[in-house]
């Protein structure tokens, strides 16, 4: 699953697949679901801060609000995963 985030004029394509999240720098094509906001607001959504209609309602989305919900709350996982192995191995080593 692949969505796009336009802020400030540059263009970052989040890609989903099976290893996790990876970051392409102005696709070319972009994806089909882009959100284009400013870059606070794609910080919220980026933090968890703001839901998906949140940001829709701060700026504007070309393509399926479901595919940008999706691809947000699996790095919010990945992410969570990632500081729980960490916190492990931490623990681990003491």
Do not use: K, N, Y
């Not at 102005?26 to 882009?34: A, F, L, M, S, Y």
């Not at 839901?51 to 595919?67: C, F, K, M, Y």
């Amino acid at each position: 699953m692949t969505v796009g985030l336009d802020s400030a004029g540059t263009i970052v394509m989040v890609q989903l697949d099976e290893t996790g999240p990876h970051v392409v720098l102005d696709p070319d094509p972009p994806p089909g679901t882009v959100l284009r906001a400013d870059p606070d607001v794609v910080l919220g959504l980026a933090a968890g801060a703001l839901t998906v209609e949140g940001v829709i309602a701060h700026g504007t989305l070309r393509g399926d609000p479901q595919q940008l919900a999706a691809v947000f709350a699996s790095c919010a996982v990945s992410s969570t995963a990632a500081r729980l192995d960490r916190l492990s191995s931490d623990w681990q080593r003491q």
